[in-house]
């Protein structure tokens, strides 16, 4: 007995702040027609959770909340709560509960608020919950949300008129068993969500399949890769260590004949002092010049030595000539030239010859031709005779005077021609010593030209050595780049580690021969260059990225995997769950079904005086009405979708009646068998409290005198709060309310005694 009061404020009719007692084991709440009687079963329904507004008589949250009046305003909130006593923690917790509503309290107000905006809030001790959370706790009271311990006006034939199915529930709720069906049906629902997620995750892998296959074919390739990139890098190794070995030694080799650089540049230098005395040789120059003044001297000397000497004979022949001319008596003057003959001498001859000439042409005949021919024989005898004898004195002088003259040119000559052999002689001494000073000169010019050539070959050959040496330096610069390059690209294809290559150990079978052939080498270069192009040709490029994907997207299909198995073992687990509570729910079910029988046949005895009633369980097929196919269809639907109901039926014989069907009780009978069921399932399972709102409006009054009588009874076990017109039911009460409204149309509660009551109740 652990009901204590119920507190209103603002809900309907109440609209101060009102409480009611209800400790007593019969509160009777009793006052006219409309004062608020019902108002108060409906804030218990409402205080326990109702969410069926017309069960609460109202279309709206609103309409649960005062809505004023002419002397008093509406307002914006109403409110109930009711209290139970919980010294003996009926609401402790029970093994295996979920709820998290702490219920250490020894007094626990469960309240219900309702706003303007129709919303709702629940609480426990203060604390807002959820309207869950309040079935939750109450389950446990027999007062679930069918409500089968509050009787309604009008409703005393209730659980007569409800569907098997909602029996069922009502049954269920009063006997304690609802927390079984909210646990299925929490299970079912965590079920349903269970097998939601497992499609998910199902349909999630399933969308990572192909992926996955994908991804795993390139980590295949990256694989494949990594092993080429392997070997690539163990190539890479040998190649490196000895291409750096090759280009060592070969760099050292043309270090040291680089030397003869040196050599070269010493030779130049010695060439060019050489070439510098070769050039420069001007005492050289100056004796040669002498020598060919000298010489041209000497010949102009010769010559004209032999021109003096020509003059010289000449004249000698001349003297000899005049003096031979000296020694003549007479002289041709043809020869000198001396006897000189007039022109008029000539013409004085020529007009001789002329004129005889002319005569004998006149003449014409021959012995006058040959008389004149002799007598110009005469003229021309005569004329030269003459002349000659004239000639010879003037041509003596002459001659003798030449003489003188040619003897002096002679002596002259001869004079000249003295110092010229002087000359000739002192410059034929001079030229013969420079000769002799030249020849010197010569010699050790010979010896220098000697050593130039000498050293001029062997520059030759020096210098085609060192361009030997440059092509060699630029081959193995063009070798060292590519080393270089090649290094670069196999950091790039094999990462950092392939600078360990001089670490790398050559197998002894094929040592490290620095002036190798360089073919082997060159084999090794193609092998590497063969790899690169695979390398390139599976296309492997983000690996990490890829590496990293699948790492990730594999670890999520794991993931989901592993989650699936969950899941799939949750969902046993809770099927299994599930099949048990059913089985515990059936089994406590029928177990209280068959208790409750036991009492509904006593109290029916107690109404009826005889007769039988009895619950079964029940099955019936459920009708579909599909109003959006027809009739043909429906037919079709109906084969397929027959869905089993399962339920309580009624099962009633009225002593000396052969009524067995309910719906053929009388109105009294029809209560009369609810309240026997009703009172039947209270005293199997006590609610804490029951409330009868005239339920025993419609007995007579024998009947209501057995009602009143088991009110006494059923008190026992739980609170009975009763509403009442009835005065016999009044005189079973320990406590009376009369309820009262004004002009305000406020309801007011005030206590009554049992007089009063009855003429309140009036
Ligand atoms: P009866 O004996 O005829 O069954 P009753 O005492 O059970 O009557 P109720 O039905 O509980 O009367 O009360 C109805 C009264 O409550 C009416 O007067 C109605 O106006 C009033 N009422 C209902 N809802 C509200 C509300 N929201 N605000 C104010 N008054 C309300």
């Known amino acids: 007995m652990y009901l204590k009061r119920l507190e209103l404020s603002g809900f309907k009719s109440f609209a101060k702040k009102t409480i009611l007692e209800l400790d007593s084991p019969i509160t009777a709440i009793v006052g006219p027609n409309g004062s608020g009687k019902s108002n108060v079963a409906e804030a218990v329904r409402f205080v326990l959770g109702e969410q069926s507004m017309k069960s609460l008589r109202g279309k709206s949250g609103t309409d649960l909340i005062f809505k004023g009046s002419k002397a008093h ?159 690539l890098k163990r190539l890479y190794f040998e190649y490196f260590k000895r291409e750096d070995a090759y280009l060592k030694a070969v760099g050292n080799k043309l270090e040291n004949e680089g030397a003869v650089r040196k050599e070269l540049n010493q030779l130049d230098s010695e060439i060019a002092a050489l070439k510098r005395e070769l050039s420069l040789s001007p005492e050289n120059e100056a004796s040669n010049k002498k020598r060919s003044e000298s010489e041209d001297s000497l010949q102009s000397a010769r010559n004209k030595k032999d021109e003096l000497s020509r003059k010289l004979g000449r004249l000698e022949g001349m003297i000899e000539l005049e003096e031979e001319r000296a020694g003549e008596k007479e002289h041709s003057s043809g020869n000198l030239g001396l006897s000189m003959v007039t022109i008029y001498e000539v013409e004085a001859v020529a007009k001789e010859i002329t004129d005889l000439a002319d005569r004998a042409l006149l003449e014409g005949n021959i012995s006058f031709f040959q008389k004149t021919i002799l007598e110009i024989k005469e003229v021309i005898k005569g004329f030269l005779k003459r002349k000659r004898e004239f000639d010879n004195k003037a041509v003596h002088n002459k001659i003798a005077e030449k003489l003188k003259g040619l003897k002096e040119e002679r002596e002259k000559i001869q004079k000249e021609l003295d110092v010229c052999l002087r000359e000739e002689e002192r410059l034929a001494l001079e030229i013969e010593k420079i000769k002799e000073l030249q020849e010197g ?46 290094f670069e690209e196999a950091v790039v294809l094999v990462g950092e580690e392939i600078k360990g290559y001089r670490d790398f150990v050559l197998t002894p ?218 005065r016999e039911t009044m005189s079973h009460a320990s406590v009376l309310y009369g309820i009262t409204m004004g002009a305000d149309g406020i309801s007011r509660i005030l206590s009554v005694k049992f007089d009063e009551a009855v003429e309140y109740a009036k």
């Open 73 to 231: 305003g509406a307002l914006g909130r109403g409110a109930v709560s009711i209290i139970f006593d919980n010294r003996k923690r009926v609401f402790a917790k029970r093994e295996g509960e979920e709820t998290g509503i702490n219920v250490d309290f020894d007094e626990i107000i469960i309240s219900r608020e309702v706003y303007g905006d129709g919303a709702n809030s629940y609480l426990v001790n203060g604390s807002q919950v959820r309207l869950k959370d309040i079935m939750e706790i109450l389950a446990p009271l027999n007062i679930g949300s069918s409500g089968h311990h509050i009787i309604s006006q009008g409703e005393a034939d209730k659980i007569l008129n409800s569907s098997i199915k909602d029996r069922k529930e009502m049954i269920e709720d009063a006997l304690g068993l609802r927390v079984y069906q909210y646990k299925i049906i929490e299970s079912e629902r965590k079920l349903e969500k269970t097998n939601e997620n497992i499609k998910e995750a199902e349909s999630l892998r399933r969308e990572l399949a192909p992926h996955i296959a994908f991804l795993k074919k390139q980590m295949e390739k990256i694989e494949k890769a990594r092993e080429m990139r392997e070997e």
């Open 441 to 486: 000169a010569k010699e050790n010019l010979r010896d220098k030209e000697r050593s130039f050539f000498e050293l001029s070959s062997k520059r030759s050959e020096l210098s085609s050595r060192v361009g030997i040496i440059a092509l060699k330096e630029e081959k193995l610069r063009s070798e060292e780049e590519d080393f270089r390059r090649e």
């Open 509 to 726: 079978d094929t040592p490290l021969l620095l002036e190798e052939e360089r073919v082997p080498q060159e084999d090794r270069r193609k092998k590497i260059e063969r790899i690169k192009i695979r390398l390139e040709d599976a296309g492997i490029g983000q690996t990490e990225e890829i590496e990293n994907e699948y790492r990730a997207t594999s670890t999520r299909d794991k993931f989901l995997e592993t989650e699936i198995t969950d899941l799939k073992g949750s969902k046993t687990s809770l099927e299994g769950l599930i099949a048990e509570l059913k089985e515990k729910l059936d089994i406590e079910f029928k177990n209280g079904v068959s208790k409750i029988n036991k009492e509904f046949t006593e109290f029916f005895h107690g109404m009826f005086g005889g007769g039988t009633a009895s619950l079964s369980v029940a099955r019936r097929e459920k009708k579909h009405y599909r109003s959006d196919i027809d009739e043909e269809e429906r037919e079709l639907f109906d084969k397929e979708e027959k869905e089993i109901e399962e339920g309580i039926e009624i099962n009633v014989s009225l002593p000396q009646k052969r009524i067995k069907d309910l719906t053929m009780l009388s109105g009294g009978e029809r209560a009369l068998t609810s309240i026997a069921l009703l009172f039947a399932i209270t005293q199997v399972n006590p609610p804490p409290f029951l409330v009868l709102d005239e339920t025993d409006a419609a007995l007579d009054e024998a009947n209501s005198r057995k009602y009143g009588e088991m009110l006494g009874t059923l008190s026992k076990l739980s609170h009975l709060i009763v509403i009442t017109h009835n």
